[in-house]
């Protein structure tokens, strides 16, 4: 295990259609985050889990968005009814969280998504 | 209302030059300055870190200055090469609630 792997690479699908993205965290890191990055923009926050509880969601992820870390260990981020304005990369990053330490985030590939 | 500005937007530097990007915050509640570097294709990657209860954090080539009464802190890329040639962002933190806030990126272009 030599990093944060994510499934697919590149997805292209038609307005309206589900899509399914996976992530794989470091094998011992407990936190797993999820962000949404467009072109010319840093990555937006979207939602992160600790262990299996997801912890915290943007205002950006609207109700067609669902993540879940069934058992903390990989990360599945639906899609529903894509919608062209979703077309982004989808970036994971996970970290080992301690409480009152810095927690280095370290992340995958990304997924990215073309809604045509 | 987004919390990290960063500039410059683009910058060009000669090899061997230095690059300096600067971004501001304004939530006094972070607690951890990372940068990152990104390459096309590619997922961030940390660079280096920086806590506000130092003023400076050198390693190798790269810098990072922190200035807590202003809400600023900065990257320094000393000697810099074509090799640093990428998509650079800085980002805030607050430590509990781990989530990064992340600047809109600096595309570095270094020439030969």
């Known amino acids: 295990d030599t990093g944060v792997s994510q499934d697919p690479r590149h997805k292209i699908t038609k307005r309206g259609q589900n899509v399914t993205f996976r992530c794989d965290p470091i094998?011992?890191?407990?936190?797993l985050y999820w962000y949404r990055q467009t072109l010319g923009q840093g990555p937006e926050f979207l939602t992160y889990?600790?262990?299996?509880?997801?912890?915290?969601k943007s205002r950006l992820l609207s109700d067609r968005f669902s993540a879940e870390r069934p058992k903390g260990s990989f990360s599945t981020l639906e899609i529903q009814r894509t919608e062209q304005g979703d077309s982004a990369m989808y970036l994971c990053?996970?970290?080992?969280?301690?409480?009152?330490?810095?927690?280095?985030?370290?992340f995958g590939p990304g997924t990215r998504l073309t809604v045509l | 209302q987004q919390q990290v500005k960063q500039s410059p937007q683009s910058l060009i530097v000669q090899k061997g030059g230095i690059s300096i990007i600067n971004c501001a915050y304004e939530?006094?509640?972070?607690?951890?300055f990372p940068w990152y570097q990104q390459f096309p294709g590619k997922g961030p990657a940390l660079l280096i870190a920086?806590?506000?209860?130092?003023s400076e954090k050198k390693e190798g080539r790269f810098t990072i200055s922190f200035n807590k009464s202003a809400k600023q802190f900065s990257l320094h890329i000393m000697d810099s090469q074509p090799g640093d040639s990428a998509t650079y962002f800085c980002?805030?933190?607050?430590?509990?609630?781990?989530?990064?806030?992340f600047g809109d990126g600096t595309t570095l272009t270094v020439k030969p």
């Open positions: 990053a996970s970290s080992f969280h301690r409480r009152w330490a810095y927690n280095e985030q370290f």
């Open positions: 094998s011992e890191h407990n936190r």
């Open positions: 889990f600790q262990n299996e509880a997801q912890l915290e």
């Open positions: 939530n006094t509640a972070f607690d951890y």
């Open positions: 920086i806590r506000p209860d130092v």
């Open positions: 980002a805030a933190s607050d430590t509990n609630a781990g989530k990064s806030t």
